[in-house]
């Protein structure tokens, strides 16, 4: 399901002319600031090559000694060392869900894969977030159940919306005793600023095509929206929400208490763990651990026979330096997306 984008300009209406402006240097130390600067730029460079070789080395070091191996950009971080050959894989899901949380969901499901895991353990710490990724996450982990790799879930402090589509058909699901989760439901949010313009004394004109009316609905952030904007995104809600609704049909109705009405179950209300287990949204309370015992159990080994490890994304040179934000986006693109119907499975 893809997310729509303001229209762009006719091609035969000429851009705005930028303004050119020509600052006149300060007189007095210019170009001792200019050295300044770049010799900065050139020693975050070299900190960067040198946390880059260094990530590699620790990497291969780890790898050597079996707590930490990196493959194909996936860090293998060993949890708990077992006397079987017995292996546990844990997929993160955490934060909110984006395209990012969805490519290292699907790099780990590749790694557990390849590292042949007997099951794996999801675990979701997540108030929920995009629709697509979050269909991707599932996606990718219906890979593993048709290779006969089992997925269970462990919840952590939250597990809403986005995060109980992506484990909804997991074999079994524990939450920590104080998970909130629930929130089966799906929202759209859009920053509109015809007020804003009117304060400034902005005018601005969106143009579609003649033959293109319905282009100009739900699509321009400059007005209000009105009745038939929003009929247009909750057409397109109502069909992300059937298909939220029918994975968890397909992966709870079994296990529901008796009596439960599913409407109920799938408004959009949150429920604590304690409520989760009595409807039978989830299997059991308990932590990690617990939950890493409980696909033992599944296996048919004792707790802590087998080997658990962790997957996740090897952070970039960047990111180990704290300059993650220098790659975020522009900040048109930024205005552009606030002005943009976002779909999300999330809580709130």
Not at 107 to 121: C, E, S
Not at 143 to 152: M, N, Q
Not at 246 to 252: A, D, N, Q, W
């Amino acid at each position: 399901m893809s997310e729509s984008t303001p229209p762009t300009s006719p091609s035969n209406v000429p851009p705005a002319t930028p303004q050119v402006v020509y600052a006149t240097p300060r007189s007095g130390g210019a170009a001792g600031v200019v050295l300044g600067v770049f010799a900065a730029l050139m020693l975050a460079v070299l900190v960067a090559g040198g946390a880059f070789i260094f990530g590699l080395a620790a990497g291969a070091a780890g790898s050597s000694a079996g707590a930490v191996d990196v493959q194909n950009d996936v860090v293998r971080r060993t949890v708990q060392r077992g006397d079987r050959e017995t292996q546990i894989a844990i997929i993160p899901v955490e934060g909110a869900i984006t395209d990012q949380t969805a490519s290292e969901v699907s790099a780990a499901v590749a790694r557990a894969q390849n590292d042949n895991v007997d099951a794996v353990l999801l675990r979701v710490d997540s108030p929920g977030g995009g629709v697509t990724p979050s269909d991707r996450i599932d996606h990718d982990l219906q890979k593993l159940r048709d290779a006969d790799i089992p997925v269970f879930a462990s919840y952590g402090g939250i597990s809403a919306s986005g995060g109980v589509y992506v484990s909804a058909r997991c074999e079994r699901i524990m939450a920590e005793p104080t998970c909130v989760t629930g929130s089966i439901g799906v929202i759209a949010s859009v920053l509109t600023m015809e007020g804003l313009a009117e304060k400034i004394g902005v005018e601005a004109n969106s143009v579609v095509a003649t033959r293109s009316p319905e282009k100009a609905v739900a699509n321009d952030l400059w007005r209000n929206w009105d009745e038939k904007d929003y009929a247009k995104i909750r057409k397109i809600l109502d069909s992300a929400y059937d298909r939220f609704r029918m994975l968890v049909e397909e992966g709870r109705s079994e296990r529901l208490a008796e009596g439960v009405d599913f409407d109920d179950l799938c408004n959009g209300n949150v429920f604590t763990a304690n409520e989760a287990l009595e409807l039978g949204l989830i299997d059991a309370i308990g932590y990690q651990e617990d939950a890493v015992a409980m696909v033992e159990q599944a296996l048919g080994v004792n707790p802590g026979e087998a080997n658990v490890f962790r997957y996740e994304r090897r952070p970039d040179p960047f990111e180990q330096l704290g300059l993650g934000l220098m790659k975020g986006p522009s900040i048109e693109e930024r205005i552009r997306s606030a002005g943009t119907p976002v779909l999300e499975y999330r809580a709130w």
